[in-house]
């Protein structure tokens, strides 16, 4: 069975600095890889995908994440981050497109003026 | 274009009652998920439905929870004789169906069990 570790509960970083949130995953197949991000009082929207073909996704925000198969990583960076991007973020597998999405527990970042 | 809709936002019941949590997913959308999140976690599965039919709840606790997607109507989740630990906020998502990996997610009904 599929399962997803984020080591990093809370990262503070100081606004317009860069930023890596990291994540694990560990499944007996392929995988589907996503970063969804979580405002407070909301649900979770989708930062970025990867399903196949280049190792390094770019997404929205200015975010992007590198699929290492060799690590079974998928960490999420932004070069330089702004107050607006402090958030929940989770990192999520699924092994196919008809299978369940399963959530790891989540990194708050919290950016600092 | 509507999200999904999922209602009430914020549901208070007391120990023993029932809560009925629902979930109207996107227009065409023809699954549907539920999730739990209690504070410091992450989200937890609790069950993938499609039109009329469950797919996986392996993730659904055995008895008081049940969840339905039927042909006409949103799709309910509902827990009977609610304890205090069934306190969480349960999200909601759905996705077009197979082939379709993104899910689209509501904004939680926060279930309060006092």
């Known amino acids: 069975a599929q399962s997803v570790t984020q080591l990093d509960s809370q990262v503070p970083v100081f606004e317009e600095a860069p930023v890596e949130l990291r994540c694990n995953y560990s499944?007996?197949?392929?995988?589907?890889l996503f970063w969804y991000v979580q405002y407070p009082n909301q649900g979770l929207q989708l930062l970025l995908k990867?399903?196949?073909?280049?190792?390094l996704v770019k997404g929205i925000n200015g975010f992007e994440a590198e699929f290492n198969k060799s690590q079974t990583s998928f960490h999420l960076r932004k070069p330089s981050v702004h107050i607006s991007d402090t958030a929940e973020y989770f990192c999520?597998?699924?092994?196919?497109?008809?299978?369940?999405?399963?959530f790891g527990p989540g990194t708050s970042l919290s950016v600092i003026p | 274009n509507a999200g999904v809709m999922q209602n009430p936002r914020h549901l208070v019941r007391r120990r023993g009652q029932e809560a009925r949590l629902r979930c109207s997913p996107m227009?065409?959308?023809?699954?549907v998920y539920w999730y739990r999140q209690l504070p410091e976690e992450g989200l937890k599965f609790m069950v993938y439905?499609?039109?009329?039919?469950?797919?996986?709840e392996s993730g659904m606790p055995k008895e008081r929870f049940s969840a339905e997607f039927p042909k006409e109507g949103p799709s309910i989740l509902r827990i009977q004789q609610v304890v205090r630990g069934d306190s969480a906020a349960y999200f909601c998502?759905?996705?077009?169906?197979?082939?379709?990996?993104?899910?689209?997610f509501g904004s939680g009904t926060q279930l309060s069990v006092l």
């Open positions: 998502a759905s996705s077009p169906g197979v082939g379709h990996v993104e899910l689209f």
């Open positions: 499944s007996s197949v392929s995988v589907y």
């Open positions: 990867y399903l196949s073909g280049s190792t």
């Open positions: 999520a597998v699924s092994e196919s497109s008809y299978d369940k999405v399963i």
């Open positions: 227009k065409g959308h023809s699954h």
């Open positions: 439905l499609q039109k009329e039919n469950i797919i996986d």
